[in-house]
């Protein structure tokens, strides 16, 4: 328990810090994390945050408190990784999610996720199932390298069954090629 | 040339009010030719509130080989075979005759004759009664049209199939089952997440399909005789793309829970689940030939997803199609002699068959996003799902390309067909 709380409260002075500098959000991630350069992230708040590359992972014992997720201003509360037509590479542009949602699953090992990938409408309903799995694979395999383990993740795909956007345009199509992360109890 | 004169020659059928969410059939372009041939109402055909001629000759006008001649004007109707003069009909440009008759018999049934004549030959090529209830007009008119249809063509006729598609309502997912000319259709599974890729079993008794009700595709068998269902596949990750093997006792599957979308056996009844083959990329949308020694499937191991097919003795896999850089969703024609198949040419998703021997690539459908071909029992006709403006339908094509049909829904979006077997 006391683990836990000095967790939290690690957490909660970096978060702190990092909301409350006044510098570009660019400048406060790691050095591995680009500037977001699209308009792939829906959820508001930051591009960016203080916990990626923080103290509070790597061999910690605590975890990062699971109010991170839905806190708009840091990283975790984004969950929405975009990929090109046809494609299943993670855009660098995703990589500080990706890697902040993994060193979430690092500190705290009970934690789960479901990654659901999606695709656009173009192309048979099974075969797009397989490569929105494919995205969601690829996002999990990113996930492994930075410390998230196999049994936290499960991959599913939904294809082109549940579009978020119902359009037949490309406005549309690039909003449902993508892959979200489910968090479990979410 | 001259077969194609009657290109485009674009006629709606019009049916009966369809039931709420009934299809409706249209044929929206033919070529070639088509048999004439006059079908005389039954003798107190009246008498009953549906006919059955009306059954057998939508049926066959539908198939896009036939075209009804008037019997106008020959008076007294002939309703058996040894009445028929041959010499009216030819006169009006019938090369078939039907004739027929319905008469009252015990506990309320009727006893429905026909006989089929070949106006040219000057002969009688199928005679039949049936005693059957009212209840029974509708399949006794499509078993009168498979015969007709078999004795014209040479081909089998799929009048008395089933089809199975889905449908989405808003949010609402149907699974329906329907004769093959959309009549008597029945929703077995409804959701309110996404239901895709039904299969019939080769016997008709089941249907396997996906569900997205958990969250994640899950395979489901379910019986058609009692409604019942279980679960056929729920690993961890992603279950999809059924396939019956032609004994019905097996099914291939992908599963992912293994890592990526890989192709699996397994038994009806959901065990005995084994790996079929492995790679490092997509493996997925199998089906068996018609022989249960081979199945097609797409996969990116190439590169672009492309058609294979895996001999399932050796182990074997060897690739199927070579141009354009997204070929899927192969399904092999009963005949034995190639595969349908989508192919994206452009921006556009369109239906294609390739014959094995030749290796030739027919193209049959314009798009633009053309897809989950279906083909019926006898090889001659494929149902497909098409995009026609923002609505989903379903639409036909001959195998051949030439005759081209339109089933319209009257509200819901259609999609996800599936032929029935031949009736057994």
Same mark, same amino acid.
């Given at each position: 328990?006391?683990?836990?709380?000095?967790?939290?409260?690690?957490?909660?002075?970096?978060? %702190?810090?990092?909301?409350?500098?006044?510098?570009?959000?660019?400048?406060?991630?790691?050095?591995?994390?680009?500037?977001?350069?699209?308009?792939?992230?829906?959820?508001?708040?930051?591009?960016?945050?203080?916990?990626? $590359?923080? $103290?509070?992972?790597?061999?910690?014992?605590?975890?990062?408190?699971?109010?991170?997720?839905?806190?708009?201003?840091?990283?975790?509360?984004?969950?929405?990784?975009?990929?090109?037509?046809?494609?299943?590479?993670?855009?660098?542009?995703?990589?500080?999610?990706?890697?902040?949602?993994?060193?979430?699953?690092?500190?705290?090992? #009970?934690?789960?996720?479901?990654?659901?990938?999606?695709?656009?409408?173009?192309?048979?309903?099974?075969?797009?199932?397989?490569?929105?799995?494919?995205?969601?694979?690829?996002?999990?395999?990113?996930?492994?390298?930075?410390?998230?383990?196999?049994?936290?993740?499960?991959?599913?795909? /939904?294809?082109?069954?549940?579009?978020?956007?119902?359009?037949? &345009?490309?406005?549309?199509?690039?909003?449902?090629?993508?892959?979200?992360?489910?968090?479990?109890?979410? | 040339?001259?077969?194609?004169?009657?290109?485009?020659?674009? /006629?709606?059928?019009?049916?009966?009010?369809?039931?709420?969410?009934?299809?409706?059939?249209?044929?929206? $372009?033919?070529?070639?030719?088509?048999?004439?041939?006059?079908?005389?109402?039954?003798?107190?055909?009246?008498?009953?509130?549906?006919?059955?001629?009306?059954?057998?000759? $939508? @049926?066959?006008?539908?198939?896009?080989?036939?075209?009804?001649?008037?019997?106008?004007?020959?008076?007294?109707?002939?309703?058996?075979?040894? &009445?028929?003069?041959?010499? &009216?009909?030819?006169?009006?440009?019938?090369?078939?005759?039907?004739?027929?008759?319905?008469?009252?018999?015990? *506990? #309320?049934?009727?006893?429905?004759? =026909?006989?089929?004549?070949?106006?040219?030959?000057?002969?009688?090529?199928?005679?039949?009664?049936?005693?059957?209830?009212?209840?029974? =007009?509708?399949?006794?008119?499509?078993?009168?049209?498979?015969?007709?249809?078999?004795?014209?063509?040479?081909?089998?006729?799929?009048?008395?199939?089933?089809?199975?598609?889905?449908?989405?309502? #808003?949010?609402?997912?149907?699974?329906?089952?329907?004769?093959?000319?959309? #009549?008597?259709?029945?929703?077995?599974?409804?959701?309110?997440?996404?239901?895709?890729?039904?299969?019939?079993?080769? *016997?008709?008794?089941?249907?396997?399909?996906?569900?997205?009700?958990?969250?994640?595709?899950?395979?489901?068998?379910?019986?058609?005789?009692?409604?019942?269902?279980?679960?056929?596949?729920?690993?961890?990750?992603?279950?999809?793309?059924?396939?019956?093997?032609?004994?019905?006792?097996?099914?291939?599957?992908?599963?992912?829970? &293994?890592?990526?979308?890989?192709?699996?056996?397994?038994?009806?009844?959901?065990? %005995?689940?084994?790996?079929?083959?492995?790679?490092?990329?997509? @493996?997925?949308?199998?089906?068996?030939?018609?022989?249960?020694?081979?199945?097609?499937?797409?996969?990116?191991?190439?590169?672009?997803?492309?058609?294979?097919?895996?001999?399932?003795?050796?182990?074997?896999?060897?690739?199927?199609? /070579?141009?354009?850089?997204?070929?899927?969703?192969?399904?092999?024609?009963?005949?034995?002699?190639?595969?349908?198949?989508?192919?994206?040419?452009?921006?556009? /998703?369109?239906?294609?068959?390739?014959?094995?021997?030749?290796?030739?690539?027919?193209?049959?459908?314009?798009?633009?996003?053309?897809?989950?071909?279906?083909?019926?029992?006898?090889?001659?006709?494929?149902?497909?799902?098409?995009?026609?403006?923002?609505?989903?339908?379903?639409?036909?094509?001959?195998?051949?390309?030439?005759?081209?049909?339109?089933?319209?829904?009257?509200?819901? *979006?259609?999609?996800?067909?599936?032929?029935?077997?031949?009736?057994?």
């Amino acid at each position: 328990m006391r683990k836990w709380i000095i967790a939290a409260l690690i957490f909660a002075a970096i978060a %702190g810090c990092s909301s409350t500098e006044e510098k570009p959000a660019e400048d406060t991630g790691a050095a591995t994390t680009p500037p977001a350069t699209t308009g792939g992230a829906t959820t508001g708040g930051a591009t960016t945050s203080g916990v990626t $590359g923080s $103290g509070v992972t790597g061999g910690q014992t605590g975890g990062i408190p699971s109010s991170a997720l839905k806190d708009p201003r840091n990283i975790l509360s984004r969950r929405n990784i975009y990929f090109d037509y046809d494609q299943f590479t993670v855009k660098e542009e995703f990589r500080p999610l990706v890697e902040a949602h993994a060193k979430y699953l690092q500190s705290n090992r #009970g934690a789960r996720v479901i990654l659901q990938g999606n695709t656009d409408e173009r192309g048979t309903r099974e075969y797009n199932i397989a490569l929105g799995q494919k995205r969601a694979d690829a996002v999990k395999n990113m996930m492994l390298l930075y410390g998230a383990t196999e049994v936290q993740i499960e991959t599913v795909s /939904f294809g082109k069954e549940k579009p978020r956007r119902e359009g037949h &345009d490309e406005t549309s199509w690039a909003e449902n090629r993508r892959v979200d992360i489910v968090h479990s109890g979410e | 040339m001259p077969r194609l004169i009657l290109a485009a020659l674009a /006629f709606l059928i019009l049916a009966a009010a369809p039931a709420r969410g009934q299809l409706t059939i249209e044929i929206v $372009g033919g070529a070639g030719t088509t048999i004439p041939i006059a079908i005389v109402p039954f003798e107190n055909e009246g008498t009953y509130p549906l006919g059955i001629t009306g059954i057998v000759s $939508g @049926d066959l006008t539908r198939s896009g080989l036939f075209r009804q001649v008037s019997d106008a004007g020959i008076a007294p109707r002939p309703s058996r075979a040894e &009445d028929v003069r041959l010499g &009216d009909f030819r006169a009006r440009g019938a090369d078939a005759v039907v004739v027929g008759s319905m008469r009252p018999v015990a *506990d #309320g049934r009727v006893e429905v004759r =026909f006989a089929l004549l070949d106006a040219v030959k000057q002969v009688q090529l199928a005679s039949m009664s049936y005693i059957v209830t009212q209840a029974q =007009f509708r399949a006794t008119g499509h078993k009168i049209a498979d015969v007709i249809y078999e004795k014209l063509t040479g081909d089998v006729g799929v009048f008395s199939t089933r089809i199975a598609y889905i449908t989405k309502q #808003g949010n609402r997912f149907e699974l329906i089952v329907a004769d093959a000319d959309g #009549g008597n259709p029945q929703a077995i599974v409804g959701s309110n997440e996404p239901l895709l890729s039904p299969a019939w079993s080769p *016997d008709g008794t089941r249907i396997a399909y996906v569900s997205l009700e958990s969250k994640k595709p899950v395979i489901y068998v379910q019986s058609m005789a009692t409604g019942q269902r279980q679960v056929l596949a729920n690993f961890r990750g992603s279950n999809s793309a059924p396939a019956w093997s032609p004994d019905g006792r097996r099914l291939a599957v992908t599963l992912t829970k &293994d890592g990526g979308s890989q192709l699996f056996l397994m038994n009806a009844d959901g065990s %005995g689940v084994q790996r079929l083959i492995s790679s490092g990329g997509i @493996d997925t949308e199998p089906s068996f030939t018609p022989d249960g020694r081979a199945i097609l499937f797409s996969s990116d191991r190439g590169g672009s997803p492309q058609i294979y097919r895996l001999t399932l003795a050796s182990g074997a896999v060897e690739r199927m199609t /070579f141009d354009g850089s997204y070929n899927v969703s192969p399904n092999p024609t009963p005949d034995g002699k190639g595969f349908v198949f989508v192919r994206r040419d452009g921006g556009r /998703f369109l239906i294609a068959i390739q014959d094995y021997a030749t290796r030739q690539v027919q193209v049959l459908t314009s798009g633009p996003l053309d897809e989950s071909p279906s083909i019926a029992p006898n090889s001659k006709l494929i149902i497909y799902a098409a995009q026609q403006g923002p609505r989903g339908i379903l639409a036909g094509v001959s195998s051949d390309g030439r005759i081209k049909q339109r089933l319209v829904s009257p509200a819901a *979006d259609v999609r996800e067909p599936a032929w029935g077997p031949l009736p057994r």
